[in-house]
């Protein structure tokens, strides 16, 4: 049977996930400082962001987000490996992402992509310290804007 | 470290959720029953239904979703908030719905929307007293399909 500290890990693993979607999705950016360690390493490049520590990050993206009126970050297929006071996870991420479109109105492009996650046990509790975008697929990506494509 | 009582809550939550988009994907709209509370009050309006008390919602529900042959509720993202015989949940679901046309045939369109939600513990377990819809994106939608834009 597995341990009650091994299920009460890979709960708050999966509730600290589930909470970085609901930051980005609510705009609640604050919500970060609670989830990454304040040296984390981030890297949005695979859907055409930055890559750098956690403080250049969460300049970058409330401007780089709020652009798009309405987005989620819908994940599953959470797969944590613990190892005592560290843990790494992959998680599979399906991004539908409203984009304004030059002459008016909008669409909705889907992208999907992996996180895969580097964990730290603190003494507040679970934090990332590394985050990296791996690519799935990209569908319905309106011509003005550029992500890079999907390795094959 | 949680404790088995709040881990269990969270899993009971969770399954209540998830019996939910099976009740409805499954029109089995009896077993939503065992997932509100009588007198739950439920917000459907961010995505064109109504809102109400749970036996007003329930009428509705049957010849409100009779007019799509297919759609899934896909729900994830779940963050629960405990407070003893209380919680509160905020859920996101991916929600193809296959829309009939006018001129025949049917277009699949894709919705998202989130589910904040209050729950009760009873007697015979974790309860949903409220659920409030919150519209995030549309595709696909037919011309002739109203929603409100989110």
New interface residues.
């Given amino acids: 049977m597995t341990q009650l500290r091994t299920l009460s890990d890979r709960s708050e693993i999966r509730a600290l996930i589930v909470r970085y979607s609901n930051a980005l999705d609510a705009r609640r950016f604050e919500w970060l400082d609670e989830i990454f360690t304040h040296d984390a390493w981030i890297d949005y490049r695979a859907t055409g962001g930055i890559a750098a520590r956690y403080p250049a990050v969460r300049n970058w993206l409330p401007p780089a987000v709020t652009v798009f009126p309405h987005m989620c970050h819908l994940i599953g297929n959470i797969s944590i490996t613990l190892a005592g006071d560290s843990a790494s996870a992959r998680t599979l991420c399906l991004n539908p992402v409203e984009v304004p479109l030059p002459p008016g109105g909008s669409q909705i492009m889907f992208l999907g992509m992996w996180y895969r996650d580097a964990l730290l046990r603190t003494a507040h509790g679970w934090r990332m310290k590394e985050r990296v975008q791996e690519s799935c697929f990209q569908h319905n990506v309106p011509a003005n804007l550029r992500v890079p494509a999907t390795p094959a | 470290?949680?404790s088995?009582q709040e881990?269990s809550d969270?899993a009971e939550i969770e399954q209540l959720i998830v019996r939910y988009s099976n009740s409805i994907d499954q029109r089995h709209w009896d077993g939503l029953d065992e997932v509100f509370t009588p007198d739950a009050y439920i917000d459907y309006r961010a995505l064109g239904g109504i809102d109400g008390r749970y036996p007003q919602v329930k009428a509705w529900l049957g010849p409100a979703l009779g007019n799509f042959p297919h759609y899934c509720h896909?729900v994830?993202?779940?963050?629960i908030t405990l407070n003893g015989d209380r919680a509160s949940a905020?859920t996101?679901c991916?929600n193809p719905m296959d829309t009939p046309l006018p001129g025949g045939g049917s277009q699949v369109m894709?919705l998202?929307l989130?589910y904040n939600d209050q729950f009760v513990r009873t007697p015979r377990g974790w309860r949903m007293s409220e659920r409030i819809e919150e519209?995030?994106?549309?595709?696909n939608v037919p011309a002739h399909m109203a929603i409100p834009a989110?």
């Fill in positions: 470290m949680l088995l881990l969270r896909m994830g993202n779940i963050e905020r996101l991916i894709f998202g989130w519209g995030c994106f549309q595709h989110a």
